[in-house]
């Protein structure tokens, strides 16, 4: 069994394009109700792109043994009037490197980076995804609404669950 303590949890610079790239299409494959990107779209990109992601959005990953075992990204909202809120998006961790903790360390890296910046944290998750729903309420996010059919893949619809975590004291 592999153990928590081979893991560091780092933001991925445009130099780790290619581990990125990698871990992204392989979610995407894997779990293409879970994104609202899709595999085809973002396969079609060349490393550059990914690079320019990885440039532009701060993205954590978490290395097991020195493998890329999980990401997820946090993004601020741009605006004056909406620049108190970021988003936590392309959670995933790899099939085998799940039920070690590593999701709630990610979510937490994310967490940590935000709280310096912005005042709330929001994100949305497929409701049958009940795995991921209990990481995101486990670390202090609260569902606040419901988007019926909020994404559609092969003619199926995918119910989301908005959620949130208010950064800030005495504000859940």
């Given amino acids: 069994m592999t153990t928590i303590r081979d893991l560091q949890i780092r ?3 445009p130099s780790d394009a290619a581990l990125y790239r990698e871990i992204r299409l392989e979610g995407l494959r894997i779990s293409p109700e879970a994104f609202g990107s899709t595999f085809e779209k973002e396969n079609a990109q060349p490393q550059s792109w990914f690079e320019a992601v990885l440039g532009r959005a701060d993205v954590f990953g978490a290395f097991l043994d ?4 999980g990401v997820a990204a946090y993004a601020a909202q741009e605006g004056s009037k909406q620049a108190h809120k970021a988003t936590l998006w392309g959670m995933y961790v790899r099939n085998t490197a799940r039920n070690l903790g590593l999701g709630k360390k990610l979510v937490a890296a994310v967490l940590n980076h935000a709280r310096e910046r912005v005042e709330m944290i929001q994100l949305t998750v497929v409701s049958e ?3 991921a729903r209990r990481l995101y309420s486990a670390s202090g996010f609260v569902e606040y609404g419901y988007e019926k059919r909020g ?3 092969d003619g199926r619809y995918y119910d989301r669950v908005l959620m949130v975590n208010y950064l800030g004291e ?3």
């Fill in 66 to 69: 020195g493998t890329l075992a």
């Fill in 129 to 131: 995804n009940d795995d």
């Fill in 170 to 172: 005495g504000l859940n």
């Fill in 151 to 153: 994404l559609k893949r």
């Fill in 11 to 13: 933001r991925l610079e």
